[in-house]
């Protein structure tokens, strides 16, 4: 994803006014800060100009390190290196709004009617918000807004896509194989007590529910990622990209042992389902009836080997707590919906109500948490965005198009009983290529 160098006006002045405001800030913190401030400010200067000269290498460089992200970060809080809270913010929002900004002025947006949708559901949230709610909570429900406006602005060459394309897919599945060590190997102890030295989310001084399951005394892979859900996404996405963009099986295999051994059912179902589409839509029975055979195969010898036989039953019998924990969850969010019209507000509604307010109620279904937190109209807007935004996609008949159609099947069957429009990481590889995919419409189809 190498571009050339952006050709910004600006850029002289630019570098005049930070040269000035770095001299003020070294000059200051030798006297009233930390000496690691004056070396901070300055590497940060000096990204927001690479930033500003390579655009397209930094979003290659940025898509990239998104599925480590987290375990940088939290590995950095362990071993004591200072502001890494900030270096967190410094790896995704700035990079992202300043990309946002540079690309925007370089190749322009049209909205068009998929982007009115998000915007008018920002809207409605946020006027929400003002009345009652909590701006943390109101930024949180938003992660993926910024990755797929920063889509909508990136113009990518059939090289420079097919290049992302299967760049991603070898990224997870090398992570699959290294995130099996934990699995086989290492087991939770490691992940424990990084979560527990750096405050991340436990139960009891272990790691949460999400890690485990009725009947399955092992842990699921999490690889890089903050939690298995969104590592089993990962790889979901790796396999659809594969599907359209590569034929070589050793990624896909990697990937899908990462998958399997993720063990969550909703991606399993949504990579089916997405697959299945694909395999309708090009043809590609043949190489459809193989994989599924194949795949069927490594998941049977699977069982015994993961220790899932149990899970599986519970599962089929209905007995799995997680299954009825999300039709309970279902449930109350069409029972919050019906009253409340306008919905009950981010502080009474949502995982960051639920971190602050032990009384407050969580929704696990992406689609009716909007509408319970925010009202029917946000709701409304939520599924007229995503439909719009499937649409566009299936009309281009493209690799692109094919891929982000997969994508979004896939990821609209995990909406309907997980929350995945929060993780802000895993919000760059999901929207990030909706985004890309609304953009590459050729402009009479879009008039049509």
Known sequence: MNGKPLENPFLPALGAAGVAILVVLAAT???????????????????????????????????????????????????????????????????????????????????????????????????????????????????????????????????????????????IAILAVLGMSEVFIFGGGPRTALYLATDSVTENGTLTASFGGAGFVGLREASTMVGPAFFAAMCMIALILWWVYLRNPVPAAMAAAGLICAITRSAWIGTALAVTLLAAVLGQWKRWALCVTLALAVFLAAIPILGIHDYLFYTRTGQDDSAQGHQQSALL?????????????????????????????LVETTYLAFGA???????????????????????????????????????????????????RRFACWSWFPVGLAVRAMPESRTQS
């Open 29 to 171: 913190s030798a006297f009233f800060v930390s000496p690691l401030i004056a070396p901070a400010v300055f590497l940060a200067a000096g990204l927001i100009w690479v930033i500003f000269r390579y655009p397209m290498g930094v979003l290659g460089a940025l898509l990239a390190f998104m599925p480590v992200d987290y375990m940088v970060i939290e590995v950095g809080k362990v071993l004591g290196l200072p502001y890494m809270t900030v270096v967190s913010a410094c790896t995704k929002e700035i990079p992202l709004l300043l990309l946002l900004i540079i690309l925007g002025r370089r190749n322009g947006l049209k909205l068009m009617a998929t982007d009115w949708f998000l915007l008018a559901l920002i809207a409605v949230a946020a006027l929400r918000t003002v009345f009652d709610g909590n701006l943390v909570s109101l930024v949180t429900d938003f992660q993926f807004a910024l990755p797929y406006f920063v889509g909508r602005v990136t113009l990518l060459t059939p090289e420079q896509e097919s290049r992302w394309a299967k760049r991603a897919v070898w990224i």
């Open 333 to 361: 969010g069409f029972q919050l919906i019906g009253s409340e019209p306008f919905g009950m507000g981010n502080r009474m509604v949502g995982i960051a109500a639920v971190w602050q307010n032990g009384n407050a109620g």
């Open 373 to 423: 937190e925010y009202g029917i109209a946000a709701g409304l807007c939520f599924l007229g965005f995503f439909i719009s935004a499937l649409w566009r996609a299936w009309r281009q008949q493209s690799q692109l198009g094919y891929a982000t159609v997969g994508i979004m099947v896939g990821l609209g069957f995990m909406m309907t009983v997980l929350l995945m429009h929060l993780d």
